[in-house]
């Protein structure tokens, strides 16, 4: 009887070491996913925040440009600068695409 009690709680503890394994592959992986959806919305954030602020290119190529970068006027070109700019800042046209297709929350 003795050999058989030991042999249950061999195999419960292998279990238990197996669940926390598993526990904690799971909590990295959310937190992977947490921190880089986090990361993208802080960039998505950044960039219409650049492109009210400003709206030019860099003179320069960036290696990681974000989503609102093709919507800026090149480097160096003013006169479209000051004939576009408002309309480029109020225009949000692909981000109203996107919500439209958003599943309604709490509906």
């Not at 909590?27 to 880089?36: D, I």
């Not at 960036?62 to 480097?75: I, K, N």
């Amino acid at each position: 009887m003795s050999h058989i009690q030991d042999d249950l709680s061999q195999r419960i503890r292998s279990l238990e070491r197996e669940l926390q394994a598993a526990l904690e592959d799971k909590e990295h992986a959310f937190r992977y996913h947490w921190v880089n959806g986090k990361a993208r919305f802080e960039k998505e954030v950044l960039s219409h925040h650049s492109e009210l602020k400003s709206g030019i290119k860099h003179a320069r190529r960036l290696r990681s440009p974000h989503s609102r970068y093709t919507h800026f006027f090149d480097y160096g070109d003013a006169d479209d600068y000051h004939r576009d700019i408002e309309r480029v800042r109020s225009d949000f046209v692909d981000l109203r695409t996107l919500t439209s297709r958003a599943p309604n929350q709490g509906r």
